[in-house]
C-alpha cells in the first residue's frame, strides 16, 4: 500500500489527528497537590499555586494571573458542623489570629432528661476546665413561655439561655414531639482580656408540650477579665440526646 501525504514526523501527533476529550488525566504532565490550572497573559497554559491553608483563590484582573490570598475580613466563616450527643458539646478552637467573634447555631438540641434548661460555660485553659463558680455570670433575659412573659435577672453559674424560672412552662422537654432547643448564641470578641460578653435568641417546646413552647432572648457576661479560648454547651441534668451546633467565626481583617 501507498502512503499517499505528507509523511508523519517521528515523535510529533498534529492537532486534528487527537480525538475531542480524547486526552486523560494519565496523559498529563504531573504537577503539584493543589495548583489550579490557568492560562497566562500570553494565553499560554499555566499552573498557579498552591496556596496555604485557609487562603482562597481571587481574581487580579484581566491580563493578570490568579492569586492565593488571605480571606478578607469581615465575613463569617464555617468553623465546624457537629452531630452531637453526650455530656456536652465543647468548642476549643477559638483562634485570635483568626476570628473576632463566634456564633453557634443550635439545631434541635434535645435532651435525654426532661424539664431542664440549657447553659454556656466558658473556659480560659483551652477546655480542660469550664468556669462554674457561684458567680462567674450575670445574665438578663426576657422570655416569652406557655404561661405568659417571663423577666428574668441574675447571677449564676453559667449563662442560663432559658432562664431558672422552677416552671416546665419554660423548662425544655425530650418527651415525644418535643424537638429540642433551635436558635443561635453569639460570643463577641472572646480572645480580650475583657469581660466577654455573650448574647442569645432560642426557641424550644417545654416541658408541658405547649405549641407555644418558650421564646427566650437574653445577653450576659463573664464577671472577670479573660482571654476565653472555649465554650461549652450543656443541660442542667442529665447528657444531649441529639441534635446539631454549627460554629462560624467572624473573619477578621
Known sequence: M????????AGKVSTSQIDDDAITLAKMASGTDGQILSYDASGNPAV?????????????????????????GGAWTLISSTDVSGASFNFT?????????????LMNVIPVNDEVYIYVRTSTDGGSSYDSGSANYNNDILGVDGSGSVHD???????????????NDARIGSGAGEDGVSGHVMIHAPHL??????????????????SGGGFFTG??????????????????????????ITVLGLKNS
Open 48 to 72: 498557579y499555586g498552591p496556596g496555604s491553608d485557609g487562603q482562597v483563590l481571587t481574581s487580579t484582573g484581566a491580563g493578570s494571573p490568579p492569586a492565593f490570598e488571605a480571606a478578607a
Open 2 to 9: 501507498r502512503f499517499i501525504g505528507p509523511a508523519p514526523i
Open 93 to 105: 478552637s477559638v483562634n485570635a489570629s483568626l476570628y473576632d467573634s463566634y456564633i453557634m447555631y
Open 153 to 167: 435577672q441574675f447571677s449564676a453559674t453559667q449563662f442560663s439561655l432559658n432562664g431558672d424560672k422552677a416552671s
Open 193 to 210: 482580656a475583657k469581660m466577654t460578653n455573650v448574647t442569645w435568641t432560642i426557641n424550644f417546646t417545654n416541658a408541658n408540650g405547649d
Open 219 to 244: 445577653g450576659g457576661k463573664r464577671l472577670s477579665s479573660a482571654d476565653v479560648d472555649a465554650f461549652q454547651v450543656l443541660f442542667s441534668a442529665g447528657n444531649i440526646e441529639s441534635g446539631t
